[in-house]
């Protein structure tokens, strides 16, 4: 089956200080790899898109220099959260697609960051 | 506005009542995708639902596109269905991008 690991699940950074997260499609290539990001109390919003073929797509309030994404190969993906304040904090969510038009997205377990 | 607006914002229910959690769109669609939010914050695919009716267990998805909108409907309910449900579009230019709704909380009172 199809599956999105997520790595680390749970990390703590101290403020002004960055953190890397990983995730993984497992089972089949990911033609779209997606970073969302849930604040408290906030749903789920998106950070950057990655297609095949295409340069990744940063959301107007986030940009590449705040949240640089490395998409290597279609089964793995990374982001890095640099110089993290407490508005960062959150769960985020990679979602990875396996298809064009009308296709499921799966998503991992999530990173939770806490910035103290 | 907001382009997804799902209602109510929180429902609670006696166990065995049936559920009723709406989803309104004002955007073309492409597709149309249940969750349930784990407490943990981890997300279960409950549908995968463009358009038409779904059925998995107790529960059911109904998506009409011309009316721009999407349901799901959880009968029977249990104590263990209680957590959020969010609905998440993805506009028909829009590869891959989701657009979630603010989620339904839904508590089941045993």
């Known amino acids: 089956g199809a599956l999105v690991y997520q790595y680390p699940r749970r990390t703590i950074c101290k403020s002004g200080t960055s953190m890397r997260m990983e995730c993984q499609a497992v089972g089949f290539q990911a033609t779209s790899v997606a970073w969302y990001r849930q604040s408290p109390q906030k749903t789920f919003e998106l950070i950057a898109l990655s297609t095949v073929n295409s340069a990744i797509k940063y959301e107007q309030n986030f940009t590449q220099e705040k949240f640089p994404i490395s998409h290597p190969n279609l089964s793995f993906s990374s982001m890095t959260v640099l110089n993290a304040y407490l508005e960062d904090r959150g769960l985020y969510l990679c979602?990875?697609?396996?298809?064009?038009?009308?296709?499921?997205?799966?998503f991992g377990p999530g990173t939770r960051l806490t910035v103290l | 506005g907001q382009q997804v607006q799902q209602s109510p914002a929180s429902l609670v229910l006696q166990e065995g009542e049936n559920a009723e959690l709406q989803c309104n769109f004002s955007t073309s669609l492409n597709s149309m995708q249940w969750f349930y939010q784990r407490p943990g914050g981890s997300l279960v695919s409950l549908f995968y639902?463009?358009?038409g009716t779904k059925h998995s267990g107790r529960l059911t998805s109904t998506t009409v596109i011309k009316e721009r909108r999407s349901s799901l409907h959880i009968s029977s309910s249990q104590t263990t269905d209680s957590g959020t449900y969010l609905c998440?579009?993805?506009?028909?230019?829009?590869?891959?991008?989701?657009?979630f709704g603010q989620g339904t909380k839904l508590s089941i009172k045993p």
């Open positions: 639902n463009p358009s």
């Open positions: 998440a579009l993805e506009r028909d230019y829009n590869q891959g991008k989701l657009i």
């Open positions: 979602g990875a697609r396996a298809g064009q038009n009308y296709a499921e997205q799966f």
